[in-house]
């Protein structure tokens, strides 16, 4: 007799980390009644790469561009009500991103988000601890970049 086999099943999302100053750009929505906060992001197309899918979902839900991203961490989320699983990629601007954040989608709303209310967000997934760590790096490795008319970071030479 066999030992039955589990099919696991994983969704791909990228999401982008754009930091302004001391700030971090989020998205408010409501999902299953609840107020919950997320990085600009959605679920990678058929056929379309993890770089497309990032610029794609940050123009999408909150009007910016970006024309450089990397990648920044990559997390493994498995949603315990659901039991889904999911992969998050998250990318991060190598260049300025262009443009001002804006509603794009009815009751997505954009917003720069000091870093230091990070702890007190419903965010989702949960991953303020990589998110502070990446606002560190930001402080240490890139330039700060004007607000008015530019969100993002920019590399600096070495």
Do not use: N
Not at 16 to 21: L, N, P, S, T, W
Not at 32 to 55: T, Y
Request: aromatic share 6%; with cysteine.
């Amino acid at each position: 007799m066999g030992a039955q086999q589990t099919r696991w099943s994983a969704e791909t999302r990228c999401s982008v980390a754009v930091f302004r100053e001391e700030s971090l750009l989020l998205v408010r929505c409501q999902e299953g009644g609840e107020q919950v906060w997320k990085l600009p992001g959605g679920h990678v197309h058929a056929s379309e790469g993890l770089i497309a899918c990032g610029r794609r979902e940050l123009k999408e839900e909150t009007g910016l561009t970006a024309d450089r991203l990397h990648c920044a961490y990559v997390m493994d989320v498995e949603e315990h009500q659901s039991g889904r699983f999911m992969v998050e990629i998250v990318l991060m601007p190598a260049t300025p991103v262009q443009g001002e954040p804006r509603e794009c989608e009815p009751g997505r709303v954009p917003i720069f988000v000091p870093v230091s209310e990070l702890d007190g967000l419903a965010l989702k997934p949960a991953e303020t601890g990589y998110l502070h760590g990446m606002y560190d790096l930001h402080r240490r490795d890139y330039t700060r970049i004007p607000a008015k008319g530019v969100a993002g970071v920019g590399r600096l030479s070495r």
